[in-house]
């Protein structure tokens, strides 16, 4: 049960959205934009959300598609993440969206919604940081598109009235040899200890990881240190895991040493896989 | 036409899985009220001031209570539990205040509104911070709290809510007897029930008078009596009513809800209010599972045998004692597990802290102190050098050894717990090595555990049964059973047809319970359904027969003992070609002409609880309840050496059942407690914050074992009869939980080759018992 009342919007296109959200907006109602809406609810039934208005956008058309398009992968930003795993366009997205959650809310969560909303995890981002992607946002008397790596850096660079509408990845991405690794507390459905994404390319590999930090990231510090050949793995993995770009996480789900501790294992199975 | 023994679908399966079967909150009713609760954000603090005016303004809202308006005391025990709280907040999550409105987004508005001032005070956070002498005291008022029984024993101005000691043979004796000897220490955090269904409770008061009740409860009878006494209430006019409960596991005993919804029907002039609990509020602001605290020592000769045992067991009761201090002398009573100690001295301490208070949970304080004693026995085995099942073996109670409370034990109270673990060790192929290594860091391992389990019944519970039958000769069943799960009125329905000789199809049970029209059963609970509820149906049964045979003797003009009744019908016994079918007697015989004798034929059976005690204070001496249930169980797993991850491969149970009386129920029923037996074992606890909070007050944090996670399940039973029981069957409803965590700690143990004297057990606590931390 929501407790307090609120107005529920659902726009057709791009420009309605944004011309509601700047009306809401004026009028003091504090709109929010969102895509499956599991989390208002969870939020909002706890009293941990205050909101007068909502803007559903899982009415515009951009939003939903999901489709090749040239060289590029197209996924909108309402796409459910067993859509994603579904139609597995992107096999690394598919096994990062097929670990959120357990698949009730898979069919609800957006990818979108996984990305922007309060859970500080956003495992649906790491394949998009590893892929470069381009990221179409639209605001007020605007359209625009940025870099994952603008969108995010240790937090979400999205302007008030702005939302996203599409993730736009070159197929070349997609096709790259891929390892996803998810180690919780001790159940299958849970929040990571560790989340990670990584991909080789030309001979080198890059990393994206969530869990270890109050935000998901890719460091080229960490990349550089593990592709390193002069010095043993293990001394590559014991660097890379001194370049955190945060403080640990220490909470319910692990302290922060445990989850060092987890890094550090897997990433030196990593090594070995990449190894052999 | 044999009715025990065989598979026999519940009576409620084609209800439930249709989905059609319904529980206390599922009919909205046009006009009920809703109420909600506004919980306290400390663990301790003050209550320096309620302010209701803004909440008042909700439009919608009819009502707002707080602790001021209803200043009496609750507990089974110990009355020291307000309603709502007043004065200060002891736990977080406790109700502080009470909201009624016209919809539940308004009163959950209302009740966001109030604004309540706290000054926090020091938290009391654990049990064994709670004895030191310069603790807060989580009741300052102790000694002045009413006792609602005679056999508890408060220690005024501190925390400690009872003791119960346990003094048994001479421990120096057991000493000097004992060439090894071995001492461990044991934590196990509180946890929650996981009911599906969450609790819930309608009140409605008529103008004449007559409360009614619709509950989520394991124990009507006791809503109708305690709300009897705390509101002064003729018992006459409170009637209650319980649907299907959706899961109980003893979270459903204690009266909190009933009394909030007539508290709230009260306010708004006996309106109908429906209150019903959040998962977060299920979790949190209801009572969960006890903690505990354990020291253990055991002496043993070098040859293996177990002469001393000295234990102390710190009960974490919480905020509030609900039936705390009865889980601690459930401990105390079966202390030692099911093993030969002739000397043996324990003290269980109920103790107050600032954690969400306990209340019966599955198995009734035996999986935890069991956790204690299983672990210490294998830490045993090991500087003995034995092996660990032979150990318990050696020392398995038999006919003729006394228990912790000195009663003697024979083969009918106990049954053969020796042959248990003789089949266990078999099932599960203990021959072949506790520790396999398979290569590549994984190593596959098993561990054991004992078990046994007696009730703590007041020592008057009674049990009853009606009987009437339809014309057709059918009979129709009236118990006050709740049924929450196990299929109970399907067990009375089956012994009922055993002794009738009927098919049990044409049995047909009320699964409601209503206070009213139902004989009182004491509550659901404590494994003690068959034992208690099964015997009333024996005897009403006979009741029954009586009156039948005794029509058909006037119809068939013959002596009543030369009558024998079965398959509904009543014949005689040198000639069964002449005979009497229930349909034609049982609403009255017609002769030909017309004439008519007899009337409606009704049973009635009850039974009470015989020869129990209470305990000597001094030593504990006494009989708690009527027999015990005894078994062994194993769990095996798959443990990664290098990251300390594990995976649950097997959990077998063999348990004496005495009888088995509907094999598939009672393999699901144990099951189902194995399977909750491996969530404690390996995720389920409350985590606090610094200032006593939970933090892990919902689903998403708080984990159960999931489909895809579970064993492989390995269930068999032993028959030897508990003769004073129906069909010779005791209860097993509990137990499949109770060796559960200690064979899984045990397993881990041999995996990891560390002591593991914590739950849950988790990858990062093996991680920190074997490395102590490190990176």
Same mark, same amino acid.
């Given at each position: 049960?929501?407790?307090?009342?609120?107005?529920?919007?659902?726009?057709?296109?791009?420009?309605?959205?944004?011309?509601?959200?700047?009306?809401?907006?004026?009028?003091?109602?504090?709109?929010?934009?969102?895509?499956?809406?599991?989390?208002?609810?969870?939020?909002?039934?706890?009293?941990?959300?205050?909101?007068?208005?909502?803007?559903?956008?899982?009415?515009?058309?951009?939003?939903?598609?999901?489709?090749?398009?040239?060289?590029?992968?197209?996924?909108?930003?309402?796409?459910?993440?067993?859509?994603? &795993?579904?139609?597995?366009?992107?096999?690394?997205?598919?096994?990062?969206?097929?670990?959120?959650?357990?698949?009730?809310?898979?069919?609800?969560?957006?990818?979108?919604?996984?990305?922007?909303?309060?859970?500080?995890?956003?495992?649906?981002?790491?394949?998009?940081?590893?892929?470069?992607?381009?990221?179409?946002?639209? !605001?007020?008397?605007?359209?625009?598109?940025?870099?994952?790596?603008?969108?995010?850096?240790?937090?979400?660079?999205?302007?008030?009235?702005?939302?996203?509408?599409?993730?736009?990845?070159?197929?070349?991405?997609?096709?790259?040899?891929?390892?996803?690794?998810?180690?919780?507390?001790?159940?299958?459905?849970?929040?990571?200890?560790?989340?990670?994404?990584?991909?080789?390319?030309?001979?080198?590999?890059?990393?994206?990881?969530?869990?270890?930090?109050?935000?998901?990231?890719?460091?080229?510090?960490?990349?550089?240190?593990?592709?390193?050949?002069?010095?043993?793995?293990?001394?590559?993995?014991?660097?890379?895991?001194?370049?955190?770009?945060?403080?640990?996480?220490?909470?319910?789900?692990?302290?922060?040493?445990?989850?060092?501790?987890?890094?550090?294992?897997?990433?030196?199975?990593?090594?070995?896989?990449?190894?052999? | 036409?044999?009715?025990?023994?065989?598979?026999?679908?519940?009576?409620?399966?084609?209800?439930?899985?249709?989905?059609?079967?319904?529980? *206390?909150?599922?009919?909205?009713?046009?006009?009920?009220?809703?109420?909600?609760?506004?919980?306290?954000?400390?663990?301790?603090?003050?209550?320096?001031?309620?302010?209701?005016?803004?909440?008042?303004?909700?439009?919608?809202?009819?009502?707002?209570?707080?602790?001021?308006?209803?200043?009496?005391?609750?507990?089974?025990?110990?009355?020291?539990?307000?309603?709502?709280?007043?004065?200060?907040?002891?736990?977080?999550?406790?109700?502080?205040?009470?909201?009624?409105?016209?919809?539940?987004?308004?009163?959950?508005?209302?009740?966001?509104?109030?604004?309540?001032?706290?000054?926090?005070?020091?938290?009391?956070?654990?049990?064994?911070?709670?004895?030191? !002498?310069?603790?807060?005291?989580?009741?300052?008022?102790?000694?002045?709290?009413?006792?609602?029984?005679?056999?508890?024993?408060?220690?005024?101005?501190?925390?400690?809510?009872?003791?119960?000691?346990?003094?048994?043979?001479?421990?120096?004796?057991?000493?000097?007897?004992?060439?090894?000897?071995?001492?461990?220490?044991?934590?196990?955090?509180? $946890?929650?029930?996981?009911?599906?269904?969450?609790?819930?409770?309608?009140?409605?008061?008529?103008?004449?008078?007559?409360?009614?009740?619709?509950?989520?409860?394991?124990?009507?009878?006791?809503?109708?009596?305690?709300?009897?006494?705390?509101?002064?209430?003729?018992?006459?006019?409170?009637?209650?009513?319980?649907?299907?409960?959706? !899961?109980?596991?003893?979270?459903?005993?204690?009266?909190?809800?009933?009394?909030?919804?007539?508290?709230?029907?009260?306010?708004?002039?006996?309106?109908?209010?429906?209150?019903?609990?959040?998962?977060?509020?299920?979790?949190?602001?209801?009572?969960?599972?006890?903690?505990?605290?354990?020291?253990?020592?055991?002496?043993?000769?070098?040859?293996?045998?177990?002469?001393?045992?000295?234990?102390?067991?710190?009960?974490?009761?919480?905020?509030?004692?609900?039936?705390?201090?009865?889980?601690?002398?459930?401990?105390?009573?079966?202390?030692?597990?099911?093993?030969?100690?002739?000397?043996?001295?324990?003290?269980?301490?109920?103790?107050?802290?600032?954690?969400?208070?306990?209340?019966?949970?599955?198995?009734?304080?035996?999986?935890?102190?069991?956790?204690?004693?299983?672990?210490?026995?294998?830490?045993?085995?090991?500087?003995?050098? *034995?092996?660990?099942?032979?150990?318990?073996?050696? =020392?398995?109670?038999?006919?003729?050894?006394?228990?912790?409370?000195?009663?003697?034990? &024979?083969?009918?109270?106990?049954?053969?717990? &020796?042959?248990?673990?003789?089949?266990?060790?078999?099932?599960?192929?203990?021959?072949?090595?506790?520790?396999?290594?398979?290569?590549?860091?994984?190593?596959?391992?098993?561990?054991? $555990?004992?078990?046994?389990?007696?009730?703590?019944?007041?020592?008057?519970?009674?049990?009853?049964?009606?009987?009437?039958?339809?014309?057709?000769?059918?009979?129709?069943?009236?118990?006050?059973?709740?049924?929450?799960?196990?299929?109970?009125?399907?067990?009375?329905?089956?012994?009922?047809?055993?002794?009738?000789?009927?098919?049990? $199809?044409?049995?047909?049970?009320?699964?409601?319970?209503?206070?009213?029209?139902?004989?009182?059963?004491?509550?659901?609970?404590?494994?003690?359904?068959?034992?208690?509820?099964?015997?009333?149906?024996?005897?009403?049964?006979?009741?029954?027969?009586?009156?039948?045979?005794?029509?058909?003797?006037?119809?068939?003009?013959?002596?009543?003992?030369?009558?024998?009744?079965?398959?509904?019908?009543?014949?005689?016994?040198?000639?069964?070609?002449?005979?009497?079918?229930?349909?034609?007697?049982?609403?009255?015989?017609?002769?030909?002409?017309?004439?008519?004798?007899?009337?409606?034929?009704?049973?009635?059976?009850?039974?009470?609880?015989?020869?129990?005690? &209470?305990?000597?204070?001094?030593?504990?001496?006494?009989? $708690?309840?009527?027999?015990?249930?005894?078994?062994?169980?194993?769990?095996?797993?798959?443990?990664?050496?290098?990251?300390?991850?594990?995976?649950?491969?097997?959990?077998?149970?063999?348990?004496?059942?005495?009888?088995?009386? =509907?094999?598939?129920?009672?393999?699901?029923?144990?099951?189902?407690?194995?399977?909750?037996?491996?969530?404690?074992?390996?995720?389920?606890?409350?985590?606090?914050?610094?200032?006593?909070?939970?933090?892990?007050?919902?689903?998403?944090?708080?984990?159960?074992?999931?489909?895809?996670?579970?064993?492989?399940?390995?269930?068999?039973?032993?028959?030897?009869?508990?003769?004073?029981?129906?069909?010779?069957?005791?209860?097993?409803?509990?137990?499949?939980?109770?060796?559960?965590?200690?064979?899984?700690?045990?397993?881990?143990?041999?995996?990891?080759?560390?002591?593991?004297?914590?739950?849950?057990?988790?990858?990062?606590?093996?991680?920190?018992?074997?490395?102590? !931390?490190?990176?």
């Amino acid at each position: 049960m929501i407790p307090m009342k609120f107005d529920y919007y659902r726009p057709d296109t791009v420009s309605e959205a944004v011309k509601i959200y700047g009306q809401l907006d004026s009028e003091g109602k504090r709109p929010l934009y969102y895509g499956g809406g599991s989390e208002i609810i969870s939020m909002a039934r706890m009293n941990n959300l205050d909101m007068g208005a909502v803007i559903d956008l899982k009415g515009i058309p951009e939003c939903r598609e999901l489709k090749t398009d040239g060289d590029h992968l197209v996924i909108g930003s309402s796409v459910t993440l067993s859509d994603i &795993t579904e139609a597995d366009l992107f096999p690394l997205l598919s096994k990062a969206c097929g670990r959120i959650a357990d698949h009730t809310m898979q069919c609800k969560i957006t990818v979108g919604g996984n990305i922007c909303g309060t859970i500080i995890y956003k495992e649906a981002l790491l394949p998009l940081l590893l892929s470069d992607c381009t990221v179409l946002i639209a !605001g007020a008397g605007h359209l625009k598109k940025v870099s994952v790596h603008r969108l995010f850096h240790q937090g979400l660079n999205l302007s008030p009235g702005e939302f996203i509408v599409q993730f736009l990845v070159e197929k070349k991405y997609a096709a790259l040899p891929y390892f996803h690794i998810k180690k919780t507390k001790n159940e299958k459905i849970d929040y990571p200890l560790i989340s990670l994404c990584a991909v080789l390319e030309e001979g080198s590999f890059k990393l994206a990881l969530s869990g270890l930090c109050g935000f998901p990231f890719r460091s080229v510090r960490m990349e550089t240190e593990l592709n390193r050949r002069d010095v043993s793995p293990e001394e590559r993995v014991r660097n890379a895991v001194n370049l955190m770009p945060g403080p640990v996480l220490n909470d319910v789900s692990g302290s922060d040493r445990y989850r060092l501790f987890v890094l550090k294992n897997t990433l030196m199975n990593l090594g070995k896989e990449l190894e052999g | 036409m044999n009715s025990v023994g065989t598979n026999i679908q519940r009576q409620e399966a084609w209800d439930k899985v249709t989905g059609r079967a319904k529980y *206390t909150d599922d009919d909205q009713i046009t006009g009920t009220l809703h109420a909600k609760i506004l919980t306290s954000p400390h663990a301790h603090a003050e209550i320096r001031s309620v302010d209701i005016r803004a909440a008042s303004k909700v439009p919608g809202v009819k009502a707002i209570l707080t602790g001021k308006d209803c200043a009496i005391l609750c507990g089974d025990v110990i009355e020291d539990r307000p309603p709502l709280a007043a004065g200060k907040v002891r736990y977080f999550g406790e109700p502080v205040a009470l909201v009624v409105a016209v919809s539940e987004r308004e009163a959950m508005e209302a009740a966001n509104r109030i604004a309540v001032k706290y000054k926090p005070l020091p938290v009391v956070a654990s049990p064994s911070e709670a004895i030191l !002498g310069d603790a807060p005291l989580v009741h300052e008022n102790l000694k002045k709290y009413k006792k609602a029984v005679q056999d508890v024993y408060p220690e005024p101005d501190t925390n400690i809510a009872d003791r119960i000691k346990i003094r048994k043979g001479d421990m120096a004796k057991g000493w000097q007897e004992s060439d090894v000897t071995v001492e461990a220490s044991f934590q196990l955090p509180k $946890s929650d029930h996981i009911a599906m269904e969450t609790r819930a409770a309608r009140a409605e008061i008529h103008p004449d008078g007559q409360v009614i009740i619709t509950a989520s409860s394991q124990a009507p009878f006791s809503v109708k009596k305690l709300l009897s006494k705390s509101f002064q209430l003729e018992e006459g006019k409170v009637t209650v009513k319980t649907p299907l409960v959706g !899961g109980g596991f003893g979270g459903k005993v204690p009266v909190i809800l009933e009394a909030l919804a007539y508290l709230a029907s009260k306010a708004v002039d006996g309106q109908a209010v429906r209150i019903a609990n959040t998962r977060e509020e299920d979790m949190v602001s209801a009572p969960g599972r006890l903690g505990l605290e354990a020291k253990i020592k055991l002496g043993a000769t070098k040859d293996g045998y177990l002469k001393a045992a000295e234990m102390t067991y710190l009960v974490d009761t919480g905020a509030y004692t609900d039936i705390g201090p009865r889980l601690a002398k459930a401990i105390a009573v079966d202390c030692t597990g099911p093993y030969r100690i002739e000397n043996v001295w324990c003290d269980a301490v109920c103790v107050y802290t600032n954690h969400p208070y306990a209340t019966s949970f599955r198995g009734f304080g035996h999986t935890s102190y069991t956790f204690c004693v299983e672990r210490a026995l294998d830490q045993l085995a090991a500087a003995l050098g *034995t092996d660990p099942l032979e150990l318990r073996m050696k =020392n398995a109670i038999i006919p003729g050894d006394t228990t912790p409370t000195q009663v003697k034990v &024979t083969s009918s109270s106990t049954g053969n717990l &020796t042959a248990c673990f003789e089949r266990l060790g078999a099932l599960i192929g203990w021959k072949e090595g506790a520790r396999i290594d398979l290569g590549n860091g994984i190593v596959r391992a098993k561990g054991v $555990s004992g078990f046994w389990k007696t009730s703590n019944s007041p020592t008057d519970a009674i049990s009853g049964v009606l009987l009437t039958f339809n014309s057709d000769g059918s009979i129709n069943l009236n118990s006050g059973v709740v049924e929450c799960g196990p299929g109970m009125k399907t067990t009375l329905a089956q012994i009922l047809a055993e002794k009738m000789k009927m098919d049990v $199809s044409r049995i047909h049970v009320k699964l409601e319970v209503d206070t009213q029209v139902c004989p009182e059963h004491w509550k659901t609970v404590a494994s003690l359904t068959t034992f208690m509820a099964g015997r009333a149906p024996l005897k009403a049964a006979e009741d029954l027969i009586e009156q039948v045979k005794s029509i058909a003797a006037v119809a068939l003009k013959c002596p009543t003992e030369d009558l024998e009744v079965a398959e509904e019908k009543v014949f005689l016994k040198q000639d069964p070609t002449t005979y009497l079918e229930f349909k034609d007697l049982v609403h009255g015989y017609q002769y030909p002409g017309g004439e008519s004798v007899g009337g409606q034929i009704m049973g009635r059976g009850s039974h009470i609880m015989s020869q129990l005690t &209470t305990l000597d204070h001094e030593t504990g001496r006494g009989k $708690s309840g009527p027999a015990w249930a005894v078994g062994a169980q194993a769990v095996e797993v798959e443990f990664d050496t290098k990251d300390f991850s594990y995976r649950l491969v097997r959990a077998a149970t063999v348990m004496d059942a005495g009888k088995v009386l =509907n094999p598939k129920t009672s393999r699901g029923l144990i099951t189902g407690g194995m399977s909750m037996g491996l969530g404690l074992g390996s995720r389920e606890a409350f985590v606090y914050d610094g200032s006593g909070r939970v933090e892990n007050t919902s689903l998403r944090t708080y984990k159960v074992l999931h489909i895809g996670e579970e064993p492989q399940y390995l269930v068999d039973f032993m028959e030897t009869p508990q003769v004073d029981a129906p069909y010779g069957a005791r209860g097993i409803a509990e137990d499949g939980i109770i060796g559960i965590p200690a064979a899984l700690a045990n397993a881990l143990s041999t995996a990891a080759r560390t002591e593991l004297n914590q739950l849950p057990v988790t990858p990062e606590s093996i991680w920190n018992a074997k490395t102590g !931390g490190k990176l």
